[in-house]
């Protein structure tokens, strides 16, 4: 089993979190993909859904998910498991900001209502 040192991991920095990816088929060989999400304070992502369900352990902070038209408050040590084709978005607190372990099958791929084709993102692939 390989082992990926911390300074190896891939960042991968959007407008809205910076996702450092602990494993995937580029990153370790995995079949499952493996990150951590870090928000700043106030920082929310866009309304979006994945093609496979995907875990959230929350691990600093707090966020508010917006999972299908319920909001959850999420804050360390509890995990959202986000079904397959679920609407979603996360807030961050707007004081301490969030840091989340995400967990989902490799080639997981990501749509926005209205939007085109899913992609497969950066820090899953």
Same mark, same amino acid.
């Given at each position: 089993?390989?082992?990926?040192?911390?300074?190896?991991?891939?960042?991968?920095?959007?407008?809205?979190?910076?996702?450092?990816?602990?494993?995937?088929?580029?990153?370790? /060989?995995?079949?499952?993909? =493996?990150?951590?999400?870090?928000? #700043?304070?106030? !920082? &929310?992502?866009?309304?979006?859904?994945?093609? +496979?369900?995907?875990?959230?352990?929350?691990?600093?902070?707090?966020?508010?998910?917006?999972?299908?038209?319920?909001?959850?408050?999420?804050?360390?040590?509890?995990?959202?498991?986000?079904?397959? /084709?679920?609407?979603?978005? =996360?807030?961050?607190?707007?004081? #301490?900001?969030? !840091? &989340?372990?995400?967990?989902?099958?490799?080639? +997981?791929?990501?749509?926005?209502?209205?939007?085109?084709?899913?992609?497969?993102?950066?820090?899953?692939?």
């Amino acid at each position: 089993m390989p082992v990926i040192r911390h300074a190896d991991s891939r960042r991968t920095t959007t407008p809205n979190a910076v996702m450092t990816t602990h494993a995937s088929p580029t990153q370790g /060989g995995s079949t499952l993909a =493996v990150w951590r999400v870090e928000m #700043a304070a106030g !920082a &929310a992502g866009p309304q979006h859904s994945f093609d +496979t369900e995907q875990v959230w352990t929350a691990v600093d902070g707090g966020a508010t998910v917006e999972l299908d038209g319920e909001a959850l408050s999420i804050r360390p040590g509890d995990t959202v498991v986000m079904p397959v /084709g679920a609407q979603r978005r =996360v807030v961050a607190d707007a004081t #301490a900001g969030f !840091a &989340a372990v995400v967990a989902a099958p490799a080639g +997981t791929r990501a749509s926005v209502p209205g939007g085109g084709e899913p992609v497969l993102p950066a820090w899953i692939a």
